[in-house]
């Protein structure tokens, strides 16, 4: 049972009607002060007016006279006004798709979600949700965003990166066959932080494939303990443009599988385009190599590059995995289901297992198993975990998925 009752938001909605129907929806939710605005002008003043602390959210249209919505998530997010803002709108979708793709390259913009008009209390209430959820990893003030490459040195010499654990679920039968292995830093002082905080700082440079490398030899450790106590799972693991593009990398980590005694097909390797376009030549040689040798090969976030049906076509993919842009909303949304519908039909006519990334409703489950999409993995399943805490999660969920199934 989520409470509300300190927090305090604002609605900015230039509807009469949708501004009174907002306001009352959140006060039956249960927030103790909701603020309101006719606009982004009026919202700015009141936010300066109590800007002694953030705000806990802001949900605000997208079309408004004067300053739109799209403005506002600037100003909100420059001066660190709010924790989490929602979106809404009733125009084309595509424009809320542009709000997202905002989030996804600025990390300091705090969205949660997008929503379209005529808003349902029951996907409010979930978007709402979902915050203490994500608020569970590190969210840095956002003057603190940047690492040093030192730091970072440090950090790896030190052991502090480890691999958390998102389970992949048959959507056919609940049943657990893989999870997906995503790199967390221990931070000493500020816990455990998000890779959206130092994987483009070790991008490109030699660190990279130190932390490559530190991840896969704790997966395999992990892989063999969770063998050994009778759970048998494959785990996919990312692979960098550098990690991919140098034949020595591919030579190491095989010979780090096999001295772990864990069999190639238990492993995947995941990729995206972007990943494959920076060295085509010797990505694709690599590819090749890693899938005679009998390991998975998934194409990550496909769908969202300019030649991910190329790239499907040439490599030797044997897992395709449709990013959560088309799948999160896509019950909702008829552009994100139009294009989840084309890409499950594509890994379907190649003979790929086909990945919903980002499930996070059940209408979104629903409508994965409705396409005949083999697996699911989101916030709807679990959060990543670390690795202690898998077996026993297998264990307490089963129920849980297996009704998930029927």
């Not at 919903?356 to 990543?384: M, N, T, Y």
């Amino acid at each position: 049972m989520h409470t509300w009752s300190n927090y305090t938001v604002m609605v900015v909605e230039d509807s009469l009607t949708q501004r009174v129907y907002l306001i009352r929806l959140l006060q039956e939710l249960g927030f103790g002060h909701v603020l309101a605005a006719t606009d982004g002008v009026e919202a700015i003043r009141l936010l300066k007016e109590v800007a002694s602390e953030p705000l806990y959210l802001v949900i605000t249209d997208l079309d408004m006279p004067g300053m739109d919505g799209i403005e506002l998530t600037q100003r909100i997010t420059d001066a660190a006004y709010a924790q989490h803002i929602i979106v809404t709108s009733a125009r084309d979708p595509r424009l809320l798709e542009v709000v997202e793709s905002m989030s996804a390259e600025d990390a300091k913009l705090p969205l949660l979600g997008t929503l379209l008009k005529p808003i349902k209390r029951e996907s409010l209430v979930d978007l709402i949700s979902r915050a203490p959820e994500r608020g569970n990893e590190t969210r840095f003030d956002a003057k603190h965003t940047t690492f040093t490459l030192d730091e970072l040195e440090l950090a790896l010499d030190q052991k502090q990166f480890l691999p958390y654990y998102q389970p992949k679920v048959a959507i056919s039968s609940g049943q657990v066959v893989g999870a997906e292995a995503l790199a967390r830093w221990q931070h000493p002082i500020q816990g455990i932080v998000s890779p959206f905080f130092f994987i483009p700082i070790l991008e490109g440079t030699p660190l990279m494939a130190k932390l490559t490398l530190l991840l896969i030899e704790q997966v395999l450790r992990d892989m063999a303990a969770w063998r050994s106590g009778g759970l048998s799972i494959d785990v996919s693991i990312n692979l960098s443009a550098e990690n991919l593009g140098d034949r020595g990398f591919i030579d190491r980590i095989t010979d780090l599988v096999a001295n772990y005694e864990i069999p190639p097909s238990c492993i995947t390797w995941e990729v995206t385009e972007t990943t494959v376009m920076n060295n085509l030549s010797s990505c694709l040689a690599n590819l090749a190599r890693l899938r005679l040798k009998g390991y998975g090969l998934a194409m990550d976030d496909y769908g969202i590059g300019y030649s991910s049906m190329q790239q499907l076509s040439r490599c030797p993919f044997t897992e395709l995995k449709i990013d959560r842009a088309f799948v999160d909303g896509a019950a909702e949304r008829p552009n994100r289901r139009a294009i989840l519908e084309t890409s499950i039909a594509m890994g379907v006519k190649l003979a790929v297992t086909t990945v919903g990334e980002g499930v996070e409703s059940l209408a979104d489950w629903h409508l994965l198993r409705d396409l005949a999409c083999d697996l699911a993995q989101g916030f709807l399943i679990a959060k990543p975990m670390p690795a202690d805490d898998l077996p026993h999660w297998v264990d307490a969920n089963r129920a849980r998925l297996t009704s998930l199934a029927q």
